[in-house]
T-cell receptor
Framework: NAGVTQTPKFQVLKTGQSMTLQCAQD?????MYWYRQDPGMGLRLIYY???????DKGEVPNGYNVSRLNKREFSLRLESAAPSQTSVYFC??????????????FGAGSRLTVL | RKEVEQDPGPFNVPEGATVAFNCTYS??????FFWYRQDCRKEPKLLMS???SGNEDGRFTAQLNRASQYISLLIRDSKLSDSATYLC??????????FGTGTSLTVIP
């Protein structure tokens, strides 16, 4: 059971380049999330998808787009990367249900550097 | 203003000490509360959920005060392995989860 898998683990981009971060979960979870983590800022929600076919903005959506391809996969796209998007990106998933089931499971993270 | 506020620390405590972390949240409609642990350069992992009546898991005790919009985590008999960053997490309506900036703990031998 792999849980939440993110690719790539590391990426270096030049300003203006585009790229897509991939996330897949094999736990049959309903909701999926993208966060970024910067020093001193904690994790900030970029976008989330409550269920297949829906996506919503979080705290810091500017400069990003997302696609909930199917129940398993939720991708994050940077159309024109900027140095301010240098960060560690975490994908997470959530099984909706009773209170005790509402626990986020995270992937190992994707470290992105934009030069 | 951030939705969830934490004292970033760092907290440096000797082994065996008791340490407490605090967290406040801004949205009174918040639904669920959690403490996550994050080790250096790793993903966050659930430490414990926080229930309205307070709850304990071994050396860890979590408390919730809805009236004051305040959450706490108490660690007793600190171990070297407790060294990590502790993240306060609040779930809002629509299943949005917001994180505090984290509190850094180092347990010293």
């Amino acid at each position: 059971n792999a849980g939440v898998t993110q690719t790539p683990k590391f990426q270096v981009l030049k300003t203006g380049q585009s790229m897509t971060l991939q996330c897949a979960q094999d736990m049959n979870h309903n909701s999926m999330y993208w966060y970024r983590q910067d020093p001193g800022m904690g994790l900030r929600l970029i976008y989330y998808s409550a269920s297949e076919g829906t996506t919503d903005k979080g705290e810091v959506p500017n400069g990003y787009n997302v696609s909930r391809l199917n129940k398993r996969e939720f991708s994050l796209r940077l159309e024109s990367a900027a140095p301010s998007q240098t960060s560690v990106y975490f994908c997470a998933s959530l099984l909706l249900g009773e209170f005790r089931a509402n626990v986020l499971t995270f992937g190992a993270g994707s470290r992105l550097t934009v030069l | 203003r951030k939705e969830v506020e934490q004292d970033p620390g760092p907290f440096n405590v000797p082994e065996g000490a008791t340490v407490a972390f605090n967290c406040t949240y801004s949205n009174s409609a918040s639904q669920s509360f959690f403490w996550y642990r994050q080790d250096c350069r790793k993903e966050p992992k659930l430490l414990m959920s926080v229930y309205s009546s307070g709850n304990e898991d071994g050396r860890f005790t979590a408390q919730l005060n809805r009236a004051s919009q305040y959450i706490s985590l108490l660690i007793r008999d600190s171990k070297l392995s407790d060294s990590a960053t502790y993240l306060c997490v609040v779930r809002f309506t629509g299943n949005q989860f917001y994180f505090g900036t984290g509190t850094s703990l180092t347990v010293i031998p």
